[in-house]
């Protein structure tokens, strides 16, 4: 059995979604599986933070940042899934990162120092179930 919802309950999801994150949220990207519960502590190492300015806006029940600033990463490692925080880093979402088939897609999941991380521009996607 599955559920679906409205394209207006998405729009609706993804306007308290972005409202939830806030401005000047961060996007962290770990090493290893995700954990069970975004309200669980993170696991693994910590390969890059990246600043978004300003907040997300939501059309359509998706969520769309702007473009973040390319940034340094402060460890190497295999990246495995991604943390969305607020600014006061309370954690709001989490999702797994590959090169296909994943919730945040990177041309690669090596991670190495001294090689700048370009997300290009992040967007969210509210599923209609």
């Known amino acids: 059995m599955a559920i679906t919802i409205s394209a207006a309950a998405a729009q609706a999801m993804g306007a308290a979604l972005a409202s939830d994150i806030g401005a000047s949220s961060t996007i962290q990207i770990y090493s290893g599986s995700k954990p069970a519960t975004v309200a669980t502590a993170a ?76 997300l290009g521009v992040p967007t969210i996607t509210v599923p209609l179930l």
């Open 43 to 118: 696991t693994g190492t910590l390969l890059a933070t990246i600043t978004i300015s300003g907040s997300y806006t939501s059309s359509g029940g998706v969520l769309t940042a702007a473009d973040p600033a390319a940034v340094a990463p402060v460890a190497s490692g295999t990246a495995g899934y991604f943390r969305i925080s607020t600014s006061g880093a309370v954690a709001k979402l989490d999702g797994t990162v590959g090169t296909s088939g994943t919730d945040m897609i990177l041309g690669s999941t090596t991670i190495t120092t001294g090689v700048n991380i370009d």
